[in-house]
């Protein structure tokens, strides 16, 4: 009977409390439908890991399942890098080729990446941590998984919470910090929207173009921007539909099944419960907050020279939680004027966020690597 | 708290977006041209 019973004596508190961070990520997944396809694995794997003598994680001379999925996937970057091939293959990039004017909206909304790398430092985390911990502000889960990788930080569980749950959280987020910043009289800018018509060869050299050009500024951002640049491509050649269709659905599925519940592995509670964690997912929030509040200050800031006004909101839409912010701008627009549609300027300065994103990502990795 | 790292950090941080403004601006130039040549 003895044999039944014996591991329940190996019981700590701390397993309880993340079995506890498991279930509550479970419930926003299900309950609240809050990034479900990552913070379902992830809050499951939380609760597999923290198990005593859990066999999903090495035990001695044990090497579990999840550490041999992290170290065969995730710590060599595979992961994330796959499933930008399915992201670069779902995103239409023809608004922001339509207007690339507003891709400057998509750089000032990285604004938050660089706020708190400041504030990461501040409270004491070393300099790779603290870029690491930044690119939560990218607001990008494959570009703060590889960047977190490549730094080598020991903080990844806690990033890709932060990350994950702040991404889901933009419709929260966002809304208080732009009407605290913009007067309402801003808010009713009406912007005008003309369709203009991209060329088939521009949308194929785009991704090839933009590859090249990030890559000869930060030769570490290659792989990044460009497998999401190839998953584009595939997407726009026009001759490979069911590629594009495999990488859009089959790939995306398939990583992000294996994705969550294998970061879960640094989710074990000697790591993840620590004054440290809370501080990330208080510094997760300062970048969000801060993306938000770098986006529309540039748009306020533009609109002194400007005859013809922007709608500052529009900026938030540069943080690159695609395509929920581009929603969250639209929303306001209508709630403070019934005809202004904002949709198709906040999709192209979300859309400009995902490429913005991805080049500071770079940036972070040359300046700090 | 680290106020001196804080210190040394913010002209890296204020450059690293600028090269980032920098980089999107190449980008756009990129693009337009790409629209202008391509119609």
Redesign the interface.
């Known amino acids: 009977m003895e044999i039944l019973f014996e591991n329940l004596m190996l019981i700590e508190w701390k397993m309880v409390i993340m079995w506890i961070i498991g279930g509550v990520l479970i419930y926003l997944a299900i309950k609240k439908n809050m990034e479900p396809s990552l913070l379902l694995p992830m809050g499951f794997g939380a609760i597999l890991v923290n198990l005593p003598l859990s066999g999903a994680v090495t035990q001695g001379t044990e090497v579990g399942i999840l550490d041999v999925l992290f170290n065969a996937c995730v710590s060599n970057e595979l992961f994330p890098l796959l499933l930008f091939v399915g992201i670069g293959a779902m995103i239409d990039f023809t608004p922001?080729?339509q207007n690339?004017?507003l891709?400057?909206f998509?750089?000032?909304a990285?604004?938050g990446?660089?706020?708190t790398?400041?504030a990461a430092?501040?409270?004491?985390f070393e300099?790779k941590d603290?870029a690491s911990i930044a690119v939560i502000g990218a607001a990008d889960g494959p570009t703060s998984i590889f960047v977190a990788n490549h730094f080598n930080s020991n903080y990844l569980g806690a990033i890709m919470v932060a990350a994950y749950s702040y991404m889901a959280l933009v419709p929260i987020i966002q809304p208080p910090v732009i009407k605290l910043i913009t007067s309402k009289k801003e808010r009713r800018i009406r912007m005008e929207y003309t369709e203009?018509?991209?060329?088939k060869?521009?949308k194929i050299?785009?991704p090839i173009?933009?590859t090249v050009?990030?890559g000869l500024?930060s030769p570490q951002s290659v792989a990044l921007v460009g497998f999401l640049m190839f998953g584009n491509l595939i997407r726009e050649c026009g001759v490979l539909d069911s590629l594009s269709e495999t990488a859009q659905k089959v790939l995306a599925n398939l990583v992000t099944l294996f994705l969550g519940i294998t970061v879960a592995a640094r989710m074990q509670a000697d790591a993840f419960l620590s004054v440290e964690t809370l501080m990330i997912l208080g510094l997760g929030l300062v970048a969000f907050v801060f993306d938000t509040f770098?986006g529309v200050m540039v748009a306020k800031f533009l609109n002194i020279f400007l005859k013809k006004k922007i709608n500052p909101m529009i900026g938030a839409a540069g943080i690159s939680a695609f395509p929920m912010s581009a929603r969250v701008i639209n929303k306001m627009g209508l709630e403070e004027d019934n005809q202004n549609f904002l949709l198709m300027h906040s999709i192209c300065v979300n859309v400009?966020g995902q490429?913005?994103s991805v080049?500071?990502g770079g940036?972070?990795l040359k300046?700090f690597g | 708290m680290n106020i001196n790292g804080f210190l040394e950090i913010i002209p890296s941080a204020l450059v690293g977006w600028a090269n980032v403004f920098a980089v999107i601006l190449i980008v756009v130039v990129m693009i337009s041209l790409l629209n202008k040549i391509f119609k």
């Open positions: 922001l080729l690339p004017k891709m400057l998509g750089a000032a990285q604004f990446i660089f706020f790398l400041g430092t501040l409270l004491g300099l603290a203009k018509k991209v060329s060869t521009t050299l785009f173009f933009l050009i990030a500024i770098g400009s490429i913005a080049i500071a940036l972070i300046m």
